[in-house]
């Protein structure tokens, strides 16, 4: 995937503050287990999905430019977590991809065993604005509240789709895998040439 110089750390930094607007502007009220930390199930040599893990495998997602998840306080409060999800999608990512990817992120993010979220947020950049989610969340029965371009989420909702926190860690689906990204071309198409130009005549 090439990424065009100096817009990524912008685009990483809106889609940043597109989900912590969202968040603010709500009003959003953390709520209790946010402390919480899981129950140590590993097998013998298994190592435990980290918030950097997670990163790293939503970065490897074809068409996806960079992403953000990060675990932290809301306003400064010290009890409950906020766990602040994003990410910058390449120009031509296709609409219908969008919630098989919001689902696999949301359910990758919960699969992780640092601290129980006890509110948590998604945004998506795309072309320089913020993606509508609203369908997304709709689609998997989330009706009550939800605004868009990103979604303040209720925990209940995501543990209900999810599971107990946390929850197993899903398998990346075949058509996020599969999808072929737009590749930039690194020559302008006038100066590209099949064959060597001819030698200069000599005087």
């Avoid at 689609?139 to 599971?163: H, I, N």
Wanted: glycine share 10%; net charge negative; aromatic share 6%.
């Amino acid at each position: 995937m090439m990424l065009r110089a100096g817009r990524t750390g912008r685009r990483t930094l809106t889609a940043v503050l597109l989900v912590a607007g969202v968040m603010v502007a709500s009003g959003c009220a953390l709520i209790g287990g946010g402390d919480d930390v899981a129950e140590n199930t590993l097998e013998p040599g298994e190592v435990a999905l980290t918030h950097a893990a997670a990163r790293a495998e939503l970065d490897s997602i074809p068409g996806v430019e960079v992403s953000y998840v990060a675990l932290g306080t809301l306003n400064g409060l010290p009890w409950g977590k906020d766990l602040t999800t994003g990410l910058n999608l390449e120009d031509a990512y296709p609409d219908e991809l969008i919630t098989p990817l919001a689902d696999y992120m949301l359910a990758l993010v919960w699969s992780v065993p640092e601290k129980k979220p006890g509110a948590m947020s998604i945004g998506f950049l795309r072309l320089g604005e913020g993606v509508d989610l609203v369908p997304t969340a709709e689609s998997f029965g989330w009706t009550t509240g939800y605004t868009s371009p990103g979604l303040d989420l209720a925990v209940q909702d995501v543990e209900d789709r999810y599971g107990e926190w946390p929850g197993e860690r899903p398998q990346l689906p075949p058509e996020l895998a599969n999808y072929v990204p737009t590749m930039l071309p690194t020559t302008p198409p006038s100066t590209l040439t099949s064959t060597p130009p001819a030698p200069s005549p000599t005087p």
